[in-house]
């Protein structure tokens, strides 16, 4: 092996343990640093969308594993979602044949700034102004925290006006109806298959937005589909040859590490905190991302 070859692998090694800290972290795949990162040191835009696959139910298991250790899994959710997604993620692992590599690129990186604002925008609850994380997690930052001004343009004034009018525990009750669910998955599956991320960027503004499912909850339920999700997703890719392994093995050898890491800071966190990092890490994330792709067209 050349030192050219060595550092590449060292250094998808360094991503792979990136990518699960925020697997375990987010509830996201971690294929939002993968798929860029990869790209970077070299491989194919469609390369960059398989090569990915390999390590997401790595890292997504050992984080569950934790997370329901700690009781924050809500199965029935995390089951609802997984099972259509399982059946829609290879779908999507087959369409992404049939499109161009660099508009999945773009796809993924507009999918990730409207994941980090959704949830960023969601993020002042009633418990917040009463100093307190709602799942106990303890206390939370002041109205005078630096980083809730520099977030207030974010957070949407609708969102706290509708629960001071309704604030009762039946309105911030969650929402785990099936009706609600199996169409989440489906689209998130197909999501997953098709741009090899996770799945989390779409799930985890929904289950904390409509479905009304706690921050931390919503991260340790995500985690459970996308470990499922990428089953399927990992066939369709291998089958059309989109898979690098010499990008893939060093991602999910880096990945558990990682994902181990990732879920014991979220379990030590108030919902608040995850949601802040989860918005301000994908926007910059996606922001990043797509400069990159976009400057790649010209």
């Given amino acids: 092996m050349e030192l050219g070859d060595l ?45 990915t696959v390999p390590a997401i139910l790595p890292g997504a298991i050992s984080g569950t594993l934790r ?8 199965w029935r959710a995390a089951l609802g979602l997984a099972v259509p997604g399982a059946l829609t993620a290879l779908v999507g692992a087959l369409v992404s044949g049939l499109v161009d590599a660099t508009w999945l690129m773009l796809a993924t990186a507009g999918l990730m700034l409207w994941s980090g604002i959704t949830v960023v925008r969601g993020g002042r609850t009633g418990a917040d102004r009463n100093g307190a994380d709602r799942n106990g997690a303890g206390p939370v930052p002041s109205d005078d925290d630096p980083i809730d001004e520099l977030l207030s343009g974010f957070e ?23 009706a609600l669910l199996v169409p989440l998955g489906a689209a998130s599956g197909f999501v997953a298959g098709l741009l090899g991320v996770g799945g989390g960027i779409v ?20 985690l459970v589909a996308v470990a499922i999700f990428s089953v399927p997703a990992l066939a369709g890719h291998v089958a059309l040859g989109h898979v690098d392994w010499a990008f893939a093995i060093p991602l999910a050898v880096g990945v558990v590490p990682g994902a181990r ?30 400069v990159a792709e976009a400057s790649a067209l010209r």
């Fill in 67 to 74: 997370y329901a250790r700690e009781g924050l899994v809500d």
């Fill in 203 to 222: 799930m985890v503004p929904m289950l904390t937005g409509p479905l009304r499912i706690p921050m931390r909850s919503a991260v340790a339920s995500s």
């Fill in 7 to 51: 550092a590449v692998v060292v250094l998808t090694l360094v991503v792979g343990f990136a990518a699960g800290v925020l697997s375990a972290l987010l509830g996201v795949g971690g294929a939002v640093v993968t798929t860029p990162a990869v790209r970077l040191l070299g491989a194919t835009p469609i390369e960059a969308v398989g090569s």
């Fill in 261 to 290: 890491v990732g879920a014991r800071i979220t379990i030590g966190a108030s919902d608040r905190s995850v949601r802040r990092w989860f918005g301000i890490l994908v926007v910059v994330l996606a922001v990043v991302y797509g």
């Fill in 156 to 178: 949407s004034s609708e969102t706290d006006l509708a629960f001071v009018e309704d604030h009762d525990a039946s309105a911030g009750a969650p929402r785990r109806s099936l």
